[in-house]
């Protein structure tokens, strides 16, 4: 059975840093396009980060774009998302997902998905 489970998530003030990981276990990681979604209360779960597969390619929702970056250990099955500069409205749950397109930026081509980690930024 394929696993996603996301670690590194907390609770921090605005402005500061935090980086989430995703380990994968039963996938064959290579082969599968990452993305991380986060969703917050009452919100739909939207797309943050994608990347592609060798991890040379990445795409970035406009809300986080020079504050979070997405990357890729294939030797781990792990993917990251490093975020600076953090805001109280990235507050979420935030969730890796697996897409068996090379590269993904829609919801509707993820696979698998992890169980989610939560962000909560403070002002």
């Known amino acids: 059975q394929v696993q996603l489970v996301e670690s590194g998530g907390g609770l921090v003030q605005a402005g500061d840093s935090l980086r989430i990981s995703c380990a994968t276990s039963?996938?064959?990681?290579?082969?599968?396009?990452m993305g991380w979604f986060r969703q917050a209360p009452g919100k739909q779960r939207e797309l943050v980060s994608a990347?592609?597969?060798?991890?040379?390619?990445?795409h970035y929702a406009d809300f986080v774009k020079g504050r979070f970056t997405i990357s890729r250990d294939n030797a781990k099955n792990t993917h990251y998302l490093q975020m600076n500069r953090l805001e109280p409205e990235d507050t979420a749950v935030y969730y890796c997902?697996?897409?068996?397109?090379?590269?993904?930026?829609?919801?509707?081509?993820?696979?698998?998905w992890g169980q989610g980690t939560q962000v909560t930024v403070s002002s």
């Open positions: 997902a697996a897409s068996t397109a090379g590269y993904c930026i829609t919801r509707g081509c993820y696979k698998y």
């Open positions: 990347i592609n597969r060798s991890g040379d390619m990445t």
């Open positions: 039963r996938l064959r990681f290579t082969a599968y396009g």
